[in-house]
């Protein structure tokens, strides 16, 4: 009775503190993960640019860039509102052939891309929120 009595108040305490952490990614950048053609297809309805984020599950910076970067609030807001954003697996899914058709060289790779998916610019590897932004800002001066 005494070890359920003690387990009652930890098994709350975890309960509480997932329910934290998944109201937390909440808040970051939202990405559509669908499939590629549903992603072109909003762009173009929205007349927005897509900023695509293709990654591997394996990769340090890619989930360095998905817990730091994609979380920050100014950034997120910023995306969220600018571009319709979208992630994809270079390994799973319609990720294949978008590593293939973008000539993946290392993730993360960055894209921003017009509503037809022609790139508009690209980088590679892990970039803090204060960059990101300025990357998303830099595409639409072209």
């Given at each position: 009775?005494?070890?359920?009595?003690?387990?009652?108040?930890?098994?709350?305490?975890?309960?509480?503190?997932?329910?934290?952490?998944?109201?937390?990614?909440?808040?970051?950048?939202?990405?559509?993960?669908?499939?590629?053609?549903?992603?072109?297809?909003?762009?173009?309805?929205?007349?927005k640019?897509?900023?695509?984020?293709?990654?591997?599950?394996?990769?340090?910076?890619?989930?360095?860039?998905?817990?730091?970067?994609?979380?920050?609030?100014?950034?997120?807001?910023?995306?969220?509102?600018?571009?319709?954003?979208?992630?994809?697996?270079?390994e799973?899914?319609?990720g294949?052939?978008?590593?293939?058709?973008?000539?993946?060289?290392?993730?993360?790779?960055?894209?921003?891309?017009?509503?037809?998916?022609?790139?508009?610019?690209?980088?590679?590897?892990?970039?803090?929120?204060?960059?990101?932004?300025?990357?998303?800002?830099?595409?639409?001066?072209?």
């Amino acid at each position: 009775m005494k070890k359920t009595f003690l387990l009652f108040p930890l098994a709350i305490m975890f309960l509480f503190f997932v329910a934290r952490c998944d109201a937390k990614n909440d808040d970051g950048i939202k990405f559509q993960e669908d499939n590629w053609k549903q992603v072109l297809s909003k762009a173009k309805s929205e007349h927005k640019l897509i900023f695509l984020d293709i990654y591997a599950s394996w990769c340090g910076p890619c989930k360095m860039l998905k817990r730091q970067t994609f979380t920050d609030k100014t950034a997120a807001d910023y995306f969220n509102t600018t571009f319709v954003n979208a992630s994809f697996d270079g390994e799973k899914g319609d990720g294949p052939m978008l590593a293939e058709k973008y000539k993946i060289s290392a993730y993360p790779s960055l894209f921003i891309l017009d509503e037809n998916g022609n790139v508009v610019k690209s980088t590679v590897g892990f970039i803090p929120a204060s960059e990101l932004i300025n990357f998303g800002k830099s595409a639409h001066k072209k």
